[in-house]
C-alpha cells in the first residue's frame, strides 16, 4: 500500500511513516486535536527510487565533502533532478488521489509535510530539514509529494546527517498529507524550557499561519509560564512585521504585511494560553518526556500540528535542574577588561531572544545571501536578517549566531541549541547596524549584543556552566536559596544548589573601596562607582542565572563607614544599629542612592532579569513609595521589575499590608535586626547578648501574621537573617507557608533536608 490513514498509524511505526506521521498518529490515538489525514509511506519512496534505477546515482551524488559548500549545492541539484524529473507509477498516482479526494471530497486545501525515518527522534531533532507545502489542491499534489522526496537531500538535510552519523542510504521519507488549518494564530510551545529543561511552558505566538514562526520570518510574542503555579511569568510582545496567510483568489501561501493595528497586538489571551497549556502537559504526559508542539487556532479551535521530542536539553541540565529547582532599551554594560590584547567589552549595542545559551566572542559576520557562508570563518560570529535552516554547515563553524528576525523557538534556533552554538534571534537590526568584522560579544542567555571581545576566561559554553557540582538536591516546595556577602563567594555559594540568591549585600562592595561613597564619586567620578556596583553584582548574577539573585541597597551603619576615607563626614552616632542606616541613608542621601538604582538599571539593560531589588530597613508605605519614585526616575519600572522590603521592625511588619498595596512584589524578614528591635536588645552589645533570641514568641508572632497577611495578598515571603539556618525556625516558616528561605552557604544542604522533612510531615499530617 502506497497510504496510511493517520488513525492507522501509531509511534512504532517510524520505519514506515516517518517521524512526523508517527507523531501525529499517536496524538490522533490519544483523541488530541489532530486535523485528518494521511500518509505516503517510506516504502513507496524506496521502490519509486528502485523501481526507477536511480538510487545509486542517487547516493552516489551526495556523498560529499559536507564542509565543502559548493559540493554541498552540486548534490542537491543533482539529487532534486533525478527525483523530480523521473515520473511517478500510476498505482501510486491513483492512490494518493483517491486518498485526496476523500477529504472534503476533493476540495480540500491540504499540507503537504515530509516525515523522514530519521527525524524527530530522542538525539537528533532534524528540525527544518525537509520541506512543507501549504494550501495545496489537487492539481499540485503529486509534484508536491515528490518535492518532499527531493528535499531529503538538501545541503541542510545532507549536512545534518553527516553530522550525525546517518548514512544517506539508510534514510527513508514518507510524506503527510493533511487537511489544512486556515488558522487566525500560530506558533510553537515547548513543554519545558528547551536549553535548561525546567519545567516552564514556553510558547511562541504569531498572526496567521506558523510557517512564519518556525522558519524565523517573523519575530513572534513570547509566553512563559511557571508549570508548577500555572502563571504566566513573562510576557513578550513583539513588532509582528509579517504574516503567512491563503490567498483568498489563488488559495496559495502569501506574505503579508501585518496591519498597523495588530503588529503590537498581543496574539494569545490567557484563555487561550490556559488551553494551550492542558494541551501541551497532556501531550508531554503522553510521551513521558518534554516536547516541541506546533499548534494553530482558527475560530477559537486549537489544533495540534505537530509534536517532536524536545533534543536540546542535556543531561547536565536536567542535572541541574534537579539540583537547583526552577525558579527594552539599550543600555550599557559594566566595562571590561579583556585579556591578552582583546577588545574590552562595552555597550550593548542590540538586545533580542536568548535563544542558545552561552557567551561568544569575534568579529561579526554578516550573510544575506547562501553564497555569504563560504566568508564564515571559524570563531565568526554570523549575523543573518532571519534563521534559516540552511546555514547549519555555516553554524558548526562559527562562534555564535545573531538575527534579526525571528524566536527562540524557530527551527533554526532548535539546530543552534542543537549544535551548542550560542544564538541570539530577533535583534530587529543586527544586519543593518553592526559592521562586516565588528568584533562583538553576544550572551545566548540573556540575548544581549555587546560591542568588543570578553576575555577567554568569561566566555562560557552552554553546558560547562551548569555542570553541577553536588550530589543532587532534596526537591522542595519551599525554596531554600543562599546569602551572599561578597562576589569571590558566588562560585561556592552556586555550588550549593541553592534556588538562587535571598540576600546580596552590596554594603561589602562598597565598603572594600576603602573610601566612603561621596568621597570615591568625589575622587573617580560618579560612572565609576557605577561600575563597581555592577561588576560585584554581575559576578554573582551570572553564576546564578537565570536563578534569582535579590541584591539589598546600601545598609552599612555609620560607624562602619567612619573606618574608611572621608569617614571624618560621617556623623558621630551613640548607637549607629538605631541611626542613620538603610533606606533611611538612601532617601537622606539621593546622590548615593540614585547612583545605584542606576547600577541596577544598566544591569537589567545588559540582560540580567534575573535580578531583584530588595530595600532595607523599611518602616512603611510611605519609605516604599518613596523608593518607588526614586526607581521610576532611574528608569527601573517597578511594574516590571521584581522588588521588595526587608521586614526588620515592627513598624514593617505591622505596616506590611500597606506596603503591598504600594506595590511591593515581595518581603524578606532580616531576623538579626528585628529581634533586637523587637526585643530592645542591642545584638552588638555582649552585655544583653543572653537576652537575644530569635525564636521569642513575640519575634515569631511579628512574622507569623506577616507571611498570613502577605499570602492574603499575593506577595511572596521569605526570610535571609541568620535564623533561617536554624531547624526550629525552618519548621516554624514552613508550617506558615513562606515561599523561601535564604540560609548561609554553609547551611543549604542541611536546611535543604529539615524543609523537605516538614514538608513531607505536614503531608502525612494531611491525609492521616
Request: glycine share 8%; hydrophobic share 40%.
Amino acid at each position: 500500500m502506497a497510504v496510511l490513514w493517520l488513525d492507522e498509524v501509531r509511534s512504532d511505526d517510524l520505519a514506515t511513516v516517518g517521524g512526523k506521521a508517527a507523531s501525529l498518529g499517536e496524538l490522533t490515538a490519544a483523541g488530541l486535536p489532530v486535523p485528518p489525514g494521511f500518509v505516503v509511506t517510506a516504502g513507496t519512496y524506496r521502490t519509486f527510487i528502485e523501481d526507477a534505477g536511480i538510487d545509486d546515482e542517487l547516493f552516489a551524488a551526495v556523498d560529499v565533502d559536507s564542509e565543502d559548500s559548493k559540493a554541498l549545492s552540486r548534490a542537491h541539484e543533482r539529487a532534486h533532478e533525478l527525483i523530480v524529473e523521473t515520473p511517478l507509477p500510476e498505482d501510486v498516482k491513483t492512490e494518493v488521489l483517491d486518498a485526496y479526494r476523500s477529504i472534503d471530497d476533493g476540495a480540500a486545501f491540504v499540507a503537504v509535510r515530509s516525515s523522514a525515518t530519521a527525524e524527530d527522534l530522542p538525539d537528533a531533532s532534524f528540525a527544518g530539514q525537509q520541506e512543507t507545502f501549504l494550501n495545496v489542491r489537487e492539481d499540485d499534489l503529486l509534484d508536491r509529494v515528490k518535492e518532499c522526496w527531493a528535499s531529503l537531500f538538501s545541503q541542510r538535510a545532507i549536512y545534518y546527517r553527516n553530522q550525525k552519523g546517518f548514512d544517506h542510504d539508510t534514510v527513508d521519507i514518507a510524506v503527510v498529507v493533511q487537511r489544512m488549518v486556515d488558522a487566525d494564530k500560530s506558533g510553537v510551545m515547548f513543554t519545558s524550557h528547551p536549553s535548561t529543561g525546567e519545567p516552564r511552558i514556553i510558547i511562541e505566538a504569531a498572526w496567521g499561519l506558523g510557517e512564519a514562526v518556525v522558519s524565523g520570518a517573523v519575530s513572534p510574542d513570547n509566553y512563559v509560564v511557571n508549570r508548577a503555579t500555572q502563571r504566566t511569568e513573562d510576557v513578550t510582545v513583539a513588532d509582528k512585521k509579517l504574516m503567512h496567510v491563503k490567498d483568498a483568489e489563488t488559495g496559495e501561501t502569501v506574505e503579508r504585511e501585518v496591519p498597523d493595528d495588530r503588529r503590537e497586538e498581543r496574539v494569545l489571551s490567557d484563555e487561550e494560553i490556559a488551553r494551550l497549556v492542558d494541551l501541551g502537559e497532556e501531550v508531554e504526559t503522553h510521551y513521558g518526556q518534554p516536547q516541541d508542539v506546533e499548534w494553530a487556532i482558527v475560530d477559537g479551535e486549537v489544533f495540534m500540528l505537530q509534536s517532536r521530542p524536545i533534543t536540546t536539553i542535556s543531561d547536565t541540565a536536567v542535572s541541574n535542574v534537579e539540583d537547583v529547582g526552577s525558579g527594552v532599551t539599550d543600555g550599557e554594560t559594566g566595562d571590561a577588561t579583556a585579556g591578552d590584547g582583546e577588545t574590552a567589552v562595552g555597550e550593548v549595542l542590540l538586545r533580542g531572544l536568548g535563544a542558545s545559551p552561552g557567551i561568544a566572542s569575534g568579529p561579526a559576520r554578516i550573510v544575506t545571501k547562501l553564497d555569504h557562508l563560504d566568508q564564515v570563518a571559524e570563531g565568526d560570529i554570523i549575523l543573518a536578517e532571519m534563521t534559516m535552516p540552511d546555514m547549519v554547515p555555516a553554524m558548526k563553524r562559527a562562534a555564535g549566531i545573531v538575527t534579526d528576525e525571528g524566536g527562540m523557538t524557530s527551527h533554526a534556533a532548535i539546530v543552534s541549541r542543537e549544535l551548542g552554538v550560542p544564538a541570539v534571534v530577533g535583534s530587529g537590526s543586527a544586519t543593518r547596524q553592526l559592521d562586516d568584522g565588528q568584533p562583538i560579544t553576544i550572551d545566548g542567555d540573556k540575548g544581549t549584543i555587546r560591542e568588543g571581545v570578553e576575555s577567554k576566561e568569561k566566555q562560557r559554553q552552554p553546558v560547562e556552566d551548569a555542570r553541577p557540582k553536588t550530589p543532587v538536591k532534596p526537591m522542595t516546595a519551599t525554596e531554600v536559596k543562599v546569602n551572599v556577602s561578597i562576589p569571590e563567594a558566588a562560585e561556592r555559594a552556586a555550588a550549593t544548589g541553592a534556588d538562587g540568591v535571598g540576600l546580596l549585600r552590596i554594603e561589602h562592595m562598597v565598603l572594600s573601596l576603602g573610601k566612603t561613597p561621596e568621597r570615591f564619586i568625589d575622587d573617580n567620578g560618579e560612572r565609576a562607582y557605577v561600575d563597581e556596583i555592577i561588576e560585584g553584582v554581575r559576578t554573582v548574577a551570572d553564576e546564578f542565572y537565570p536563578r534569582p539573585v535579590r541584591a539589598r541597597t546600601l545598609d552599612a551603619p555609620s560607624d562602619e563607614f567612619r573606618q574608611l576615607q572621608g569617614g571624618e563626614d560621617v556623623p558621630r552616632e551613640h548607637n549607629p544599629m538605631l541611626g542613620y542606616r538603610g533606606i533611611r541613608r538612601s532617601l537622606g542621601k539621593p546622590r548615593v542612592f540614585k547612583l545605584e538604582l542606576e547600577a541596577f538599571r544598566r544591569l537589567y539593560d545588559m540582560g540580567y532579569d534575573n535580578l531583584e531589588v530588595m530595600f532595607p530597613l523599611v518602616n512603611d508605605a510611605e519609605d516604599v513609595i518613596r523608593a518607588r519614585k526614586h526607581m521610576k526616575e532611574a528608569g527601573i519600572d517597578p511594574d516590571k521589575r521584581e522588588w521588595g522590603v526587608m521586614i526588620e521592625t515592627p513598624a514593617s511588619a505591622l505596616q506590611v499590608e500597606e506596603m503591598a498595596h504600594a506595590g511591593i512584589d515581595f518581603a524578606s524578614f532580616g531576623t538579626n535586626d528585628l529581634t533586637q528591635y523587637t526585643l530592645a536588645v542591642d545584638r552588638n552589645n555582649e552585655n544583653v547578648a543572653s537576652v537575644y533570641d530569635e525564636l521569642h514568641p513575640a519575634v515569631l508572632e511579628l512574622i507569623g501574621s506577616t507571611i498570613e497577611t502577605c499570602r492574603e495578598h499575593g506577595v511572596d515571603t521569605s526570610i535571609c537573617g541568620q535564623a533561617g539556618s536554624k531547624p526550629k525556625m525552618v519548621q516554624f516558616l514552613v508550617e506558615h507557608g513562606i515561599s523561601s528561605i535564604s540560609a548561609n552557604i554553609d547551611a543549604v544542604r542541611d536546611v535543604q533536608h529539615e524543609v523537605k522533612r516538614v514538608e513531607q510531615k505536614l503531608l502525612l499530617d494531611s491525609v492521616r
